[in-house]
């Protein structure tokens, strides 16, 4: 399964580091992806660090987060800088499953608050 | 970016009834649609993946169906187990999901 790390508090303008580690299986072959929910709202993709090095973001992500692949620590991280309150969500690391977008498993969620 | 439209937005059943969940993409997703599982405070876990096929370990009242743009999630003899909200997501591309449906029992 997958576990999540990191995240909490942080003011308006800040950074937040959150770490996915897997355990059960070797996700090197994987791609692996962060997925967020706004609190009691729907679904939204952040970004995809494939496995063979390809990264995405989605549009709201790109210039201010950055995912990065870990291997020799089977984890992967999700670096976000300047965060707005928009960016509260409860962020979920996530595989795809034969190189797809279809999530399975998931990790248990990060919260992060964005709050002064 | 393929928007997911759910509905309804909540549901009320009665025990040992069914429910009906509808999914619609704004264009084609062929089947690359999965339903998703969430109850308060958990992940999503996979119900149906490829619209109608069921992940394992979910019981037989659990069914999919559909492709192209219109899906459906079918559950039958609804358990108070059932109580959750239900997205469904396409992964013909860049993944997008439905905003949920909250099933009450």
């Known amino acids: 399964h997958l576990v999540e790390s990191g995240g909490g508090l942080v003011q308006p303008g800040g950074s937040v580091r959150l770490s996915c580690a897997a355990s059960?299986?070797?996700?090197?072959?994987?791609?692996m992806h962060w997925v967020r929910q706004v609190r009691g709202k729907g679904l939204e993709w952040v970004a995809v660090?494939?496995?063979?090095?390809?990264?995405h973001y989605g549009d709201f992500a790109k210039g201010r987060f950055t995912v990065s692949r870990e291997d020799d620590k089977n984890a992967f991280v999700l670096q976000m800088n300047s965060l707005t309150v928009d960016d509260t969500a409860v962020y979920f690391c996530a595989r795809g499953v034969g190189r797809t977008s279809l999530f399975d498993p998931w990790g248990q969620g990060a919260p992060v608050t964005v709050s002064s | 970016e393929i928007v997911m439209t759910q509905s309804p937005a909540t549901l009320s059943v009665s025990p040992g009834g069914r429910a009906t969940l509808s999914c619609r993409a704004s264009q084609t997703v062929d089947i690359s649609l999965v339903w998703y599982q969430q109850k308060p405070g958990q992940a999503p876990r996979v119900l149906i993946h490829?619209?109608?096929t069921r992940a394992t370990g979910i019981p037989a009242r659990f069914s999919g169906r559909g492709s192209g743009t219109e899906f459906t999630l079918t559950i039958n003899s609804l358990q108070s187990e059932d109580s959750a909200v239900y997205f469904c997501q396409q992964y013909k591309s860049w993944p997008t999901f439905g905003q949920g449906t909250k099933v009450q029992i």
């Open positions: 660090v494939a496995a063979n090095g390809y990264i």
């Open positions: 490829a619209a109608s």
């Open positions: 059960g299986f070797t996700f090197s072959n994987d791609d």
